[in-house]
Every structure is written in C-alpha cells, then in structure tokens.
C-alpha cells in the first residue's frame, strides 16, 4: 500500500496541474477575444467616420462642380433624405 500511496497524491497532484493550466489557458484565451472585439469594434467605427468624410468631401465636390459653393449636409438631415 504505501507503493499505491505516492502514485496517487502524484496523479492528484497531476490533476491540479492540468486544472491550473486549462484555467490559465482559458483567461488567456478570453483576453484574446476580448481584444479580437475590441479591436473589431475600433475597425467599425473608423470605417463609419471614414465613410463620413467620403460622402462630405463627394458633397462637396459635387457643389462646387455645380455652383461653387460646398453645401455640408448635417447628419440629421442625412437621416431624413435616406429615408
């Protein structure tokens, strides 16, 4: 019995090394996904605020070609013409 002893506080001691690494393993991998959406989310709205100063510079093109005045459109009144 005291062969059987050390294997099993061993193998106990296995199972508490695997349970710390799959915890560590799974905080590292939801910092990671936390950092995808993040970084997701920054992409989106850089990408909304580009294709703002798209359509001012096009508005404002336009105007010029025909007037030469620039109109800027407010984004409520944006709104309402898409609708």
Partial sequence: MSDDEPQEST???DTELLSIVAGDRLVYIQMLES???DVSN???GLNNKLSEVNQQIQLRNQALVDGGKAMFVADDEQ????E
């Fill in 79 to 82: 709104a309402d013409e898409e």
């Fill in 42 to 44: 920054l992409i989106i």
């Fill in 11 to 13: 193998m106990l001691s």
């Fill in 35 to 37: 950092f995808k959406n």
